[in-house]
């Protein structure tokens, strides 16, 4: 088993994410990137991929990068500049980059591009680090699983 599964099963603990479609394609120490596929459930009335949905995608990539030092940590402020719309696209990307990592209290640039890698937002995410471990994901997800089971057969 390697050292970021704990933090793969936490992607499939976050129901928000899934919801809305976030992969996330690489967890390393203080860094991970991920994606949405758009669909038109991401589109605002106008046809880009709705601001909200941006954000989303940023707030859970910077978290699990956070997380990646193995204690919780929760969103602090963001902040999005949104630089061109995010429209004809298959998919959009998200990289965390750490800007400062302290003892309680991180800061995470996130970059949001589109299928020809154009910028079209990018946001500011500080955390706080609490002095809680991370849970064990894993075992969550087990039972979530043993759970669905136990309900499909009554």
């Given at each position: 088993?390697?050292?970021?599964?704990?933090l793969?099963?936490?992607?499939?603990?976050?129901?928000?994410?899934?919801?809305?479609g976030?992969?996330?394609t690489?967890?390393?120490?203080?860094?991970?990137?991920?994606?949405?596929?758009v669909?038109?459930?991401h589109?605002n009335?106008?046809?880009?991929?709705?601001?909200g949905?941006?954000?989303?995608?940023?707030?859970?990539?910077?978290g699990?990068?956070?997380?990646?030092?193995?204690r919780?940590?929760v969103t602090?402020?963001?902040?999005m500049?949104?630089?061109?719309?995010?429209?004809n696209?298959?998919?959009?990307?998200?990289?965390?980059?750490?800007?400062?990592?302290?003892?309680t209290i991180?800061?995470?640039r996130?970059?949001?591009?589109?299928d020809?890698?154009?910028?079209?937002?990018?946001?500011?995410?500080?955390?706080?680090?609490?002095d809680?471990?991370l849970p064990?994901?894993?075992?969550?997800?087990?039972?979530?699983?043993?759970y669905?089971?136990?309900?499909?057969?009554?």
């Open positions: 088993m390697d050292s970021y599964s704990n793969r099963a936490r992607a499939k603990c976050n129901r928000f994410a899934e919801h809305n976030i992969e996330l690489l967890i390393e120490t203080d860094h991970v990137e991920g994606e949405i596929t669909t038109e459930a589109l009335p106008m046809g880009m991929v709705h601001g949905c941006l954000a989303t995608l940023a707030d859970t990539v910077t699990t990068a956070v997380a990646t030092r193995g919780v940590g602090m402020d963001c902040r500049d949104y630089l061109r719309p995010a429209v696209t298959k998919k959009i990307r998200c990289v965390a980059i750490p800007q400062k990592i302290g003892k991180t800061l995470y996130a970059e949001l591009t589109n020809e890698g154009a910028l079209v937002a990018v946001g500011t995410f500080s955390f706080f680090l609490t809680k471990p064990n994901f894993e075992e969550l997800v087990e039972r979530a699983k043993a669905g089971q136990t309900q499909k057969s009554e």
